[in-house]
């Protein structure tokens, strides 16, 4: 949707909030990355994602729009909620809050489920081996929290499988948040060990909300009204009309020719 003039301001100083907390985050995850600044920086990332939907469009917002704004909401509360808890509380906090957070950007991208990968079922199995393997290694840590695992790693693959019907950018988006939540499970539930594992998941989880919200963004924009050009006869006479006449006039009428009797011959 193109933006409104007063708005490009706020959405370039929106974005730069975002470039600034991410580096902060990530620069944290490398270094610190239990300090408070980094969890801080954290929790400010999705707010600077919201700030860049909000200022990139122009009330009243489409029901995409509204959508993609309450799938942040949620996403907010799975990167907040558990900072202030530990253990297993966390992980359920977290994996709870970003389930609603799918389901909502699945309402989003579901009036768009004829364009995606669902049309044809084998380009689907990538995305089901890629649950099913984590699912697997995962089993015997997870415990008790296997069956909000296997739920939460359903409504992943299912948002993922949509949002390719959301163009390259929702398609890339879903795929990089599917394996950002991969690593998140080995992480918690296996003995694996992957080298620079919180950057890479940071850094994965922030391009990807960035290219579900593009995604978002360039679908407004496509379902904005288009203006409608007349063409003919009908459209060559009210380009001649008086721009003086207010628009909700009709057209003055044409002059008449006034016929005057012809002088009889005696």
Request: glycine share 6%.
């Amino acid at each position: 949707m193109p933006m409104r003039a007063t708005a490009v301001p706020s959405n370039i100083a929106a974005t730069s909030a975002l470039l600034v907390v991410t580096v902060v985050n990530l620069t944290g995850q490398i270094f610190t990355p239990l300090s408070f600044v980094t969890q801080v920086s954290q929790a400010l990332i999705v707010p600077a994602l919201a700030a860049m939907m909000i200022t990139a469009t122009a009330p009243p917002r489409s029901r995409i729009v509204k959508l993609g704004l309450v799938a942040l909401l949620f996403s907010w509360v799975g990167d907040s909620l558990p900072l202030l808890l530990s253990g297993s509380a966390a992980l359920l906090a977290m994996m709870g809050a970003f389930a609603v957070a799918q389901m909502f950007y699945i309402f989003a991208f579901r009036p768009y489920r004829r364009r995606s990968i669902l049309t044809k079922p084998i380009l689907v199995l990538p995305y089901l081996t890629i649950v099913g393997v984590i699912l697997a290694l995962s089993f015997e840590g997870a415990g008790l929290l296997f069956i909000p695992v296997v739920i939460y790693a359903v409504l992943t693959v299912v948002m993922a499988v949509v949002a390719t019907g959301m163009g390259p950018a929702g398609a890339a988006g879903g795929v990089l948040f599917l394996l950002m939540s991969s690593l998140v499970s080995l992480r918690a539930f296996t003995d694996l060990a992957l080298p620079g594992g919180a950057f890479i998941i940071m850094a994965a989880y922030v391009v990807s909300q960035v290219l579900l919200l593009q995604a978002i963004l360039r679908q407004e924009e496509l379902n904005m009204p288009r203006a409608v050009f007349q063409t003919g006869p009908d459209a060559t006479r009210e380009s001649h009309l008086d721009a003086s006449q207010p628009a909700h006039m009709p057209p003055a009428p044409m002059p008449q020719p006034v016929h005057r009797p012809q002088d009889t011959q005696v």
